[in-house]
């Protein structure tokens, strides 16, 4: 059983930056493929990015060249840090491990976060 503990989310201006965290623990972090995903007032939970153990990344189009995924095994954390952020960015950013490989649908994620609120003021 692995237990994800969001934090660094906050309110933020327009252009701002935060750097969100995901501190994993009893489980091997370093097995699990990770992801971020979020979810907006009235909206769908969506994916936002995912990194496999190493190097590889992946994500959603409105993010990309602006958010950059990482993890370090070696401190069982996952990192988003979040630049130029934009109105349509807030929403509650939860962390997510799946044991089934790589994916944007969250139905293959089997543990989450409870999420930290990211709010972005125009």
Do not use: H
């Not at 699990?32 to 990015?49: C, I, L």
């Not at 070696?74 to 491990?97: F, G, H, R, V």
């Amino acid at each position: 059983q692995v237990q994800l503990v969001e934090s660094g989310g906050g309110l933020v201006q327009a252009g701002g930056s935060l750097r969100l965290s995901c501190a994993a623990s009893g489980g091997t972090f370093s097995a699990y493929v990770m992801g971020w995903f979020r979810q907006a007032p009235g909206k769908e939970r969506e994916f936002v990015a995912t990194i496999v153990s190493g190097s590889y990344t992946y994500y959603t189009d409105s993010v990309k060249g602006r958010f950059i995924i990482s993890r370090d095994n070696t401190k069982n954390t996952l990192y988003l840090q979040m630049n130029s952020l934009k109105p349509e960015d807030t929403a509650l950013y939860y962390c997510a491990a799946s044991q089934r490989g790589y994916s944007v649908s969250g139905s293959v994620y089997d543990y989450w976060g409870r999420g930290t609120q990211v709010t972005v003021s125009s």
